[in-house]
């Protein structure tokens, strides 16, 4: 047992951690994995418009289509969601017995949920749901809404069972419902690790209608791959699709390719996507969060920080807490950080208790960095039995790592490549395993794959790093 370790979220100690063993726990420079924002809660408000007009970059020449109409601020979209939430409700009091309005209430409740991040939400949409396939007669009723909530709370095998179910429905299903159902088959095979199988569902969710959103699942597709220019060129492919052309779409889609710009070390660029995002769509705490991580990569702490404890304190919002002591670390001032992540375990730990499938992985992220290894451990093993991709492999390595255990993180680590993960994490992580186990050729030729995907990642810089870092 190490001495003096953080106590969060129950029999705190009051006491701030020694710093060798808490605020250096942070892997070497290397950020730990970040919420799992960083790529699909990001696609909770997927949309698109506008014309990227900075300088010459790299993907300066990325356009995305002008703007077309929707509300223009996160204000207007929040009231918008309250008011068909709203009608959705009336439907239901003026038919409390037919499926339909209760799988509309579900959608609605969904779609504030993808505005919110609030999880009260989305356990709300799962009540309507049920109450919706209670009421629908038999070969009808929600499925393939069922299909997505399941998959928003990170159930695969439910996911699944509502997609065969779709198969033998009496009404069949539209062009645009078979081909979602399609992509939704191969987010399932991406998240089981199955990369082919997942590139080829998309495929043929394209064959029977190319929506945006089947682009934006080859855009995270690619970029988990390491092809970090198809997966931009895929953002835009996306927003080229997409008919609506919101301001809240164009930011999502600015954010995303500012995203996979900071995964491989462009920093700058990155901080101009995220600043072209809040001019299109200003107020959304996502947008601001990912603004403020830029302010601290640039050393702008003080200004960082401000957002960031705003945005906990307004939406009670835990990875702001985590993201704010991340910086206070960086600044050597561990008694804010442990100030902030008392605060944030205690949620954290309450989401995963409620719905452990949903929230498991962010909890791990809080825990490896400011808590318990061992626990992270756990945490981590519990999100790979749910969804064993790639991500979660790398996830159980760097729990591994903390808890001196090189050779099975090795192991994990090159599961995750065997499955086509490429990524800087994957192998600054594998070069660290290599080191720790005397192999010091295999430990340089990782850290070379680590340096070709992002050549800042053993800057530390990353360690600034809670959203964008790979």
Do not use: C
């Amino acid at each position: 047992m190490r001495g003096s370790k953080l106590m969060v979220g129950g029999g705190a100690t009051g006491d701030v951690p020694a710093a060798a063993d808490w605020g250096s726990r942070r892997w070497k420079g290397v950020a730990p994995r970040a919420l799992a924002l960083s790529g699909a809660a990001v696609l909770v408000f997927v949309g698109v418009e506008a014309m990227w007009s900075g300088g010459e970059t790299a993907t300066a020449a990325t356009a995305l289509p002008t703007a077309g109409f929707g509300p223009g601020n996160f204000a207007e979209e929040l009231a918008a969601a309250d008011r068909q939430l709203s009608l959705a409700r009336e439907r239901v009091a003026n038919a409390p017995e037919q499926w339909l309005p209760l799988e509309g209430l579900a959608r609605a409740e969904l779609a504030r949920f993808k505005l919110t991040a609030d999880p009260d939400e989305l356990a709300q949409a799962m009540i309507s749901l049920e109450l919706s396939q209670t009421a629908a007669p038999a070969a009808s009723g929600p499925i393939l809404t069922a299909a997505e909530i399941a998959m928003a709370g990170h159930d695969l095998a439910a996911a699944e069972q509502h997609l065969d179910r779709l198969q033998n429905v009496a009404v069949a299903p539209s062009a645009a419902e078979r081909a979602e159902a399609t992509a939704l088959r191969g987010d399932i095979a991406f998240y089981r690790g199955d990369m082919a199988a997942a590139a080829s569902a998309y495929s043929a969710a394209d064959a029977i209608v190319p929506t945006s959103g089947t682009a934006i699942r080859r855009a995270l597709l690619a970029r988990s791959q390491g092809r970090f220019d198809e997966a931009i060129r895929l953002v835009a492919e996306a927003a080229r699709r997409d008919s609506l052309r919101t301001p809240r779409g164009l930011a999502s889609y600015a954010l995303q390719i500012g995203m996979i710009e900071s995964a491989r070390g462009n920093f700058e660029e990155a901080s101009e996507r995220y600043a072209q995002a809040d001019r299109l769509f200003p107020g959304h705490w996502l947008i601001e969060l990912y603004i403020a991580e830029a302010q601290g990569v640039a050393g702008n702490y003080e200004e960082a920080i401000a957002v960031q404890e705003r945005i906990a304190r307004e939406k009670g919002d835990p990875q702001a807490l985590d993201a704010a002591a991340s910086l206070y670390l960086a600044q050597g001032d561990e008694r804010s950080a442990y100030r902030l992540t008392q605060r944030s375990a205690a949620i954290w730990r309450a989401r995963a208790q409620a719905m452990p499938v949903a929230y498991t992985a962010h909890t791990f992220e809080n825990e490896l960095a400011f808590g318990d290894p061992e626990r992270a451990l756990h945490l981590a093993r519990e999100n790979l039995a749910h969804r064993p991709y790639g991500d979660a492999h790398i996830l159980v390595a760097e729990a591994l790592l903390a808890t001196d255990r090189p050779a099975e993180a090795r192991t994990h680590l090159l599961e995750a490549e065997a499955q086509g993960w490429r990524s800087a994490p994957l192998y600054a992580r594998l070069s660290e395993a290599e080191e720790m186990l005397g192999n010091a050729r295999a430990s340089g030729e990782a850290a070379e794959k680590a340096r070709e995907l992002n050549p800042r990642v053993f800057d530390p810089v990353m360690s600034r790093l809670w959203f964008g870092h790979g």
